[in-house]
């Protein structure tokens, strides 16, 4: 198969994306006033609605609704004033109504859409003409949302007794309920996206949101958030569509990425040699690094879709949307501008630190405890250090920040002290001083001990002059060593450039 | 000895436990001696709850005795349609399907009927899942008219309508997606209510055609069917029904009100339509000049699109049932084919040998008209005549406070002498409008055929939510028929004594 970047260079992938995102910071299911929660024993949290006992009747969560209205403000859609439940019509255990309830040709949001900030090299994916690119190769792709709609989880099934735990060949088939009645919310964008980046970027960028809304853990792992892709290709140029695939278990940024690489490889492939792609869907395999198909579809499913007539259409009031616009929190877009301009942070710097609604809120509760000259350090150490440790609190990070700044600490040193530290209540100041790292910058203790490391290495100062600048570094690594790693390294570095160049 | 249940009202047998004339386990079991004596000939139990009934009164008479204050249904005698939900009961539908159910909870209609104090005496017979007209689909055996057992009560609440006939209970509730509880009592000579849509709660009771069904009362007296409206909206609207509505009030207050001045309406059409006995027709006519003798003023209305009523009822009606109906599939409770290798093996034919004809025919039919290409020309031109019909109800109840109709064409026929499922869902045409604009609607008897003796009753249709202003008129028509607190005479005295 030919690369990627080969093959959209006579090919425009058309993608689209249908995510799923469960509710999951809501205290009850979708329908009945059951907990919501994956971690009990199996079938602890059920009750006649969602067991779909003889009689029962749905009452819908209204905190839900809540959530995929501010999800919808979020992500710049529609708040549509009339929209209704549907039930969809299907013969299988994991849904005990033998429907689903979701929504219609109306959906709770709809007409959105997100903006996506492509840079780097995922930008050279996308070729011109489609898209305003910068002179730096970056560009910003409009992503269209058609709608947000919300439906229930189905229960999970465990098949005993057959092959990786497939319903073939299984001897028994458990149903655990708990997750039956789970609020989902279902995003479908339009065909925007041309390439793998961008559909891995919305992807990030949606979770992001999600993250900052509080709606949702947004786990991929746990499959709080779930993702098919559908793909086609067309010869640059055309403008009507080829026939599409679907691609399932999608279920980190990696795998969306490659397995829509891959499917866009794989579909020029058959078009070159003639063929023609087959609507179906496929399933990418991660170890295997390929999609395999999961099943034809010749006809489409008839899920008797109706309107629910247990639930009443919902009429949301205007102050109804307002008591949700009052309720959202800053963006990550926003959030990242607002670091840009009152900090002066790199843009990338700052879409690293907001992606995370917990980091960000972390890094400001920091920034407010140091001096303005310690930001850059600061930062630094936020986006290179922090993130490997578990539980540093906000006095920690500042204070080692603080040491950094004034060069009493290596880097190398501040990996040290955070491993100390993290997980206690420990003083960073404290641990340093006790373990005696703290840097000399002592310009005439440290003076002496550049001038001896001179006198004994002579042959790499004649190499010095003779244009060979690098050997500054080995002089260095000479001056920590007979320093017991004491000094700062800068300090050594200045004062034998001085003195060399002297 | 007081007497015989027979004779006493519902706020009679309350007033007496209360004030301490007879026990409410004697009342409890004046009833069971009933059952035991009646039921043999009109098979209207599917089961008899004799423990839940003992344990209740004898809750009731403790409460007494501790100086409690008693409900207004205080050891009334109840008992339940089998769609109904009652821990320590069975919940069959009259279906093999689910005839292995219990109750894995109480449906908050009759939660909030032995909340009032009253008694719960069993489950009654019904058509299967409330298909039906006649009670004759139920899969356990039919039930008989109490006034002439070769003939059919009624259906589908057809168990709630000869229980109270016979006098084997004061009350029952039945449910009435498309005149399931005003034909039944029609039939048997009782009276019968469909409150509007949402009066009721509908959570515990299993669904058939959801945006249709509505609980109700059946009594032998318009004012027992009061008492029990009061007890039924007690508490509010229902937060387990999204569709429920508050409407707690004393539908006693204006039943003795006058009804001189006020309008009622008849649709000349609808008498002079193929099919309507000339005896139900006079008793109709005569029913219009006893409310004008009170005072009432009778008016032609019209319900130009009632024609097209039966059409879209059974479009609805068989949807919303194949829907509902989904969830029977032998995974989770009822009845699961034994020896079955696959699961669509054992879905498919716990399917096929758990259901009866009309069931599998209503849901066929609802698979059908919902399916893709299909839906659009009929699921949806249904409810375009649902939006007309409804608005022909509000242009006619500006200008009348009810209107009055028959509630069946004929009195009661002989079992099997209607087989054609078409012509019973034809004989459906007075009573499934009602159902269909979700507005109020009461069958009051009015007397007995000229021609075969069987009771007749007369339906009142009151506007959404004006239940309490229907029961006025209903009450008015009692007054000035001689049927109020009849009994079955058959039954009359036969067992039952207090």
């Known amino acids: 198969m030919r690369r990627l970047a080969d093959v959209l260079e006579d090919w425009e992938a058309v993608i689209g994306l249908e995510v799923h995102t469960a509710l999951t910071t809501l205290e009850t299911k979708m329908l009945c006033g059951c907990r919501l929660s994956h971690d009990d024993e199996p079938n602890a949290n059920v009750c006649p609605i969602c067991l779909g006992m003889p009689g029962a009747l749905p009452v819908p969560n209204e905190k839900a609704i809540e959530s995929i209205v501010m999800a919808g403000l979020a992500t710049n859609c529609e708040v549509m004033r009339r929209s209704m439940f549907y039930r969809k019509h299907y013969f299988y255990p994991d849904m005990a109504k033998n429907f689903q309830t979701t929504q219609g040709p109306v959906a709770f949001v709809m007409h959105g859409h997100l903006d996506l900030e492509v840079s780097g090299e995922g930008a050279c994916e996308r070729l011109g003409a489609t898209v305003d690119k910068r002179p730096d190769g970056s560009y910003v792709a409009p992503i269209r949302i058609l709608r947000i709609h919300m439906e229930e989880d189905a229960a999970k099934m465990n098949h005993l007794g057959g092959a990786e735990g497939r319903i073939g060949g299984a001897s028994e088939s458990l149903i655990d309920y708990n997750r039956c009645g789970t609020p989902l919310i279902e995003l479908v964008t339009e065909p925007d996206l041309r390439t793998p980046e961008e559909a891995r970027l919305f992807m990030e960028k949606l979770r992001q949101t999600f993250l900052a809304l509080g709606i949702s853990d947004c786990s991929m792992e746990k499959g709080s958030m779930r993702c098919d892709g559908n793909v086609s290709l067309r010869r640059r140029g055309d403008t009507h569509f080829g026939t599409k695939t679907e691609l399932k278990n999608l279920n980190s940024f990696k795998s969306l990425h490659d397995a829509l690489a891959y499917e866009i490889c794989r579909q020029a492939e058959v078009l070159e040699e003639g063929g023609a792609v087959r609507q179906e869907t496929r399933h990418w395999e991660p170890s295997r690094r390929r999609t395999v198909v999961m099943r034809v579809k010749e006809t489409a499913d008839d899920y008797r879709f109706f309107p629910d007539p247990d639930l009443a259409p919902f009429d949301l009031s205007d102050e109804f949307v307002e008591r949700c616009r009052a309720r959202m929190p800053e ?23 907001v992606a995370d609604p917990a ?48 060069d009493a600490l290596t880097f190398a040193q501040a990996r040290e002290v955070f491993e100390l530290v993290d997980g206690t209540d420990a003083d960073p100041v404290r641990v340093v001083d006790e373990r005696g790292m703290r840097q000399s910058t002592d310009a005439d203790a440290l003076g002496a001990i550049v001038d001896e490391v001179l006198e004994r290495c002579e042959s790499q100062v004649q190499q010095y002059h003779d244009g060979n600048e690098k050997v500054v570094g080995f002089l260095v690594g000479q001056c920590m060593r007979a320093s017991k790693g004491s000094g700062n390294p800068k300090m050594f570095n200045q004062l034998l450039v001085r003195r060399l160049e002297a | 000895m007081m007497g015989s249940l027979d004779a006493l009202s519902a706020r009679q047998i309350a007033t007496g436990v209360t004030r301490g004339d007879f026990s409410a386990t004697e009342v409890a079991q004046a009833s069971l001696d009933a059952i035991a004596s009646r039921d043999g000939k009109t098979q209207a139990f599917l089961q008899v709850s004799e423990e839940l009934a003992l344990a209740a009164a004898a809750r009731t008479d403790a409460a007494r005795a501790a100086g409690e204050r008693l409900g207004p249904l205080a050891g009334v005698p109840v008992a339940f349609k089998d769609n109904m939900n009652l821990v320590g009961t069975r919940t069959t539908c009259a279906s093999r399907m689910l005839e292995p159910y219990e109750s894995a909870y109480t449906a908050t209609c009759v939660q909030r009927m032995l909340d009032a104090g009253a008694t719960p005496l069993g489950k009654l017979n019904m058509d299967e899942f409330a298909f039906g007209s006649t009670t004759d689909s139920s899969a356990f055996h039919p039930t008989n008219n109490p006034w002439d057992l070769t003939r059919v009560p009624g259906g589908s609440s057809g168990g709630s309508a000869a229980a109270v006939t016979a006098g084997e209970v004061t009350l029952a509730l039945g449910s009435d997606t498309g005149g399931s509880i005003r034909q039944p009592a029609s039939l048997c000579g009782v009276v019968g209510m469909k409150p509007s849509y949402g009066v009721v709660s509908r ?23 009061a008492l029990a409206m009061n007890a039924l909206t007690a508490g509010g609207r229902d937060r387990l029904d999204a569709t429920s509505r508050d409407c707690t009030q004393d539908y006693l207050a204006h039943l003795e009100d006058p009804i001189e001045g006020r309008a009622v309406g008849v649709i000349p059409a609808l008498l002079e339509a193929e099919g309507l006995a000339p005896e139900v027709r006079s008793a109709i006519e005569r029913a219009a000049h006893k409310l004008a003798d009170a005072g009432a003023r009778i008016m032609e209305v019209d319900l130009p699109n009632m024609a097209s009523s039966i059409a879209a009822y059974y479009v609805l009606a068989s949807c919303e049932a194949f829907s509902n109906l989904a969830r029977f599939d032998g995974v989770r409770y009822g009845y699961q084919e034994p020896g079955c290798a696959t699961l669509a093996e054992q879905s498919s034919l716990s399917r096929a040998h758990g259901f009866g004809p009309e069931a599998k025919r209503r849901q066929m039919l609802g698979a059908y008209l919902l399916s893709s290409g299909v839906y659009e020309r009929y699921y949806l031109a249904a409810q375009k005549v649902r939006t007309l019909i409804t608005a022909d109800y509000q242009r006619a109840f500006a200008q009348v406070d009810a209107i009055l109709m028959p509630a069946s064409p004929t009195v009661a026929w002989e079992h099997g002498a209607i087989s054609d499922p078409a012509a019973l869902y034809l004989a459906d045409v007075y009573t499934i409008s009602n159902n269909i604009a979700g507005n109020c609607g009461i069958s009051v008897p009015v007397g007995l055929g000229t021609d075969s003796g069987m009771p007749i009753g007369a339906q009142l249709q009151g506007p959404t939510f004006a239940d309490a202003s229907l029961l006025t008129f209903a009450r008015a028509l009692e007054r000035a028929c001689d049927m109020e607190g009849v009994v079955a005479p058959a039954f009359v005295g036969k067992g039952g004594e207090l």
Request: proline share 5%; aromatic share 8%; glycine share 6%.
């Open chain 1, 331 to 353: 963006l990550p877009d926003a959030r990242r501008d607002r670091y840009m301009t009152t900090w002066g942070l790199r843009r990338l710097d700052a879409e690293k630190l």
């Open chain 1, 359 to 406: 980091t960000a809120s972390f890094f400001e509760a920091v920034a407010a405890q140091v001096e303005p000259s310690v930001m850059p350090t600061l930062v630094n150490v936020m986006v290179n250090l922090v993130p490997a440790f578990a539980a540093l609190d906000e006095a920690q990070v500042a204070s080692v920040s603080g040491l950094l700044a004034e």
């Open chain 2, 203 to 225: 959570y515990g009771v299993v669904a058939f055609g959801s945006s249709l069904d509505q609980v109700g009362p059946i009594g032998r007296r318009v004012e027992d069917v």
